[in-house]
Nanobody, 124 residues
Framework: QVQLVESGGGLVQPGGSLRLSCTAS????????MSWYRQAPGTERELVAD???????NYADSVKGRFTISRDNAKNTVYLQMSSLKPEDTAVYYC??????????????????WGQGTQVTVSS
């Protein structure tokens, strides 16, 4: 039902740039917080950046100033523009969609979906 389709991964040289895209279907895209996570070999999955339904962005310290997350609600797509890439950015990058339904009395229920992941390799 819900599908997040990622594209844009590949091999890039250190200092280079790459733009990842994630297109969602089966959800009301505009109300979801969209995020990019990454997982390098032997490491835990970590949050790279997220963008709220209202457009507020958040970045991991390791990518701040180099990566930009954006969204196009008309296209149901979230992007991650990656610049000044470093070898340590090498990882599988995952698209994530999350919506928290506030049910009252402090209660909440989260809907969360993941893309399949796309490989980003930064190497000369």
């Amino acid at each position: 039902q819900v599908q997040l389709v990622e594209s844009g991964g590949g091999l890039v040289q250190p200092g280079g740039s790459l733009r990842l895209s994630c297109t969602a279907s089966g959800i009301t895209f505009s109300i979801y917080t969209m995020s990019w996570y990454r997982q390098a070999p032997g490491t835990e999955r970590e949050l790279v950046a997220d963008i709220s339904a209202g457009g507020t962005t958040n970045y991991a310290d390791s990518v701040k100033g180099r990566f930009t997350i954006s969204r196009d609600n008309a296209k149901n797509t979230v992007y991650l523009q990656m610049s000044s890439l470093k070898p340590e950015d090498t990882a599988v990058y995952y698209c994530n969609a999350k919506f928290t339904r506030k049910a009252g009395s402090g209660r909440a229920y989260e809907y969360e979906y993941w893309g399949q992941g796309t490989q980003v390799t930064v190497s000369s």
